[in-house]
């Protein structure tokens, strides 16, 4: 029934990953409220205690694999189930129905999970019915407090929806620029070099001519300026390939950054922006090498959860540091030959120098001179 239904949901990031997994794992605070009733109840058994202890556990371990689930509709399902059995032993079971509420309105388009979240409510309010007619102010947080917490989720949809479109948005431009550029380079050589060309081959032409003919003066003549030809022609189509645009070593750093959290990897930053707006063209492209060789390896040869960022600049030595932690390699997995020797050659020919430290963490330190172009 609750199936993957446009490409634009299926780019909704899991509410177990990246900025939302602090609020999708701190809510599980107010679940507590579950356990209020064993203080207002005396005459609870232990029988009764044990079930509410074991719903708990399995309320906690289905939720968190809802959040890992994405919009698979079994582990909603799944959850739902043990959030209602954990209704029927304590009214603090009413605590938990705004979980799957929540989860229902981010994952789902609003006609599905109104029908689910609907037939939630329904089910909820038969239990209240046959076990706890007597507390109806109960009944009616719950309903505010679950109502409340499904709407919050449709928000963050629909806020998470139209930053994907904006980012969607912002990649088109980006590659219709990237176009346009090319058209522009591609006209701009076709003007430069089609002259040229045809001039080049109809003095090589005119030269073999004049040597058939003996006329060795003409033919040199007619080399020298093939060859003057030449090198005016060089120097135009390195005139042009200067005026390329760099790729930006900062939106590289934020590709990267996307592919590391649609991994579920944390990334913790902490970039001098200041700094890459001194960097030169060549150092931006060898930089933004360096940093795709390394997080490739992250991705390819680790296990990492975490990776950490660092960009800074020495005021003392005028030195460009750099560090790329990851904590998925271990002493023992370590192997030289992932990547790391294009790094140290890229590093090298910017004059700097790559330290590598294999410790709790796995360690790249990178010192460079800030303006120096050496290759």
Request: hydrophobic residues 45%; proline residues 2%; charged residues 20%.
């Amino acid at each position: 029934m609750f199936n993957a239904y446009d490409d634009v949901q299926l780019k909704l990031p899991k509410l177990a990953s990246d900025n939302k997994k602090k609020w999708s794992y701190g809510s599980l605070v107010f679940s507590l409220f579950y356990f209020v009733p064993l203080f207002f109840t005396p005459d609870i058994t232990k029988e009764q205690t044990v079930y509410m202890l074991l719903c708990y556990v399995a309320f906690l371990a289905t939720h968190i694999f809802a959040l890992n689930s994405g919009l698979k509709a079994f582990p909603i399902l799944l959850l739902t189930a043990v959030v209602i059995s954990s209704s029927f032993v304590s009214i603090g079971g009413y605590a938990l129905y705004g979980y799957p509420l929540f989860i229902l309105g981010y994952q789902y388009r609003l006609k599905q999970s109104v029908f689910f979240a609907a037939g939630i409510v329904v089910v909820a309010f038969l239990i209240h019915q046959l076990w706890w007619q007597y507390v109806w102010f109960v009944f009616i947080q719950f309903l505010f407090i679950s109502l409340g917490l499904y709407a919050f989720g449709l928000m963050e949809r629909k806020e998470t929806l139209h930053q994907l479109a904006q980012i969607q948005s912002a990649d088109e431009i980006k590659h219709l620029s990237s176009i346009a550029e090319r058209e522009r380079i591609g006209r701009d050589l076709h003007d430069i070099a089609g002259h040229a060309l045809s001039s080049i081959s109809l003095k090589a032409q005119v030269a073999a001519k004049m040597i058939e003919k003996q006329r060795y003066a003409t033919a040199k003549d007619e080399v020298l300026a093939l060859a003057e030809l030449s090198q005016s022609l060089l120097s135009e189509i390195r005139k042009t390939v200067s005026n390329i645009k760099q790729l930006s070593l900062s939106d590289e750093l934020e590709k990267l950054f996307e592919q590391l959290r649609a991994n579920d990897i944390i990334v913790n930053k902490k970039i001098n922006h200041q700094v890459l707006g001194k960097l030169s063209a060549l150092q931006e492209t060898q930089l933004s090498l360096i940093f795709k060789e390394a997080i490739t390896n992250v991705l390819r040869h680790s296990n990492s959860s975490v990776v950490n960022i660092s960009i800074e600049l020495d005021d003392v030595t005028q030195m460009l540091l750099l560090v790329i932690e990851n904590d998925g390699i271990t002493h023992a997995k370590y192997q030289s030959s992932n990547g790391l020797n294009g790094i140290q050659e890229r590093v090298a020919n910017l004059g700097g120098e790559l330290n590598i430290v294999v410790d709790s963490l796995f360690s790249l330190f990178i010192a460079l001179p800030l303006n120096r172009d050496t290759l």
